[in-house]
């Protein structure tokens, strides 16, 4: 890597991303990984609004989610059940993803899944605990102002800490 860049560090909690700001304006230089990063600036970026109760949250990385990993007959063949969008189980794993989100953050949970507008190519991320694959999405969600706002900001399905599911617009 080499000259001017940027990372985006997101969180449903806005305490700690005021948090992280106040630190990364004192720090000089971030240690990412072993990559050394200047910080020359920051930036607090506002979520929409989403005064509607809808909105279109569309990401730039992979939506990782599991499913149930079993088959037709109703039979566990897998622990290891990751799914993507095209998947007959997907959407009903999303929406119990989003609120459950929703429910940790003490925020109202009746959010839903309206429509599946777009999705990326399959593609399949290493981690420390292997593959994970998943697939870009463009989805339009209905809910509480307040509870799209913190998905927004979350991310969308499983493993968002590791960078998956970082919603774009």
Known sequence: MDGPGYVEIGSP???LVEAWAKVLL???VLDWGGTALRVEAVDLVESPSFESGRGRFRTATPVVMKG???GPDGVRTT???FLVPSDVEWPGYFAQSLRRKAESLGLDADVALEAITWVGPRRSM???KGHKP???VEVDLS???ETLRALWSWGLGQATSAGFGWVVA
């Open 13 to 15: 909690l806005r305490v």
């Open 26 to 28: 004192e720090t000089p």
């Open 68 to 70: 149930s990993g079993r």
């Open 79 to 81: 622990r290891q059940a």
């Open 126 to 128: 290493a981690t420390a």
């Open 134 to 136: 998943g697939a870009a």
């Open 143 to 145: 809910g509480a102002p």
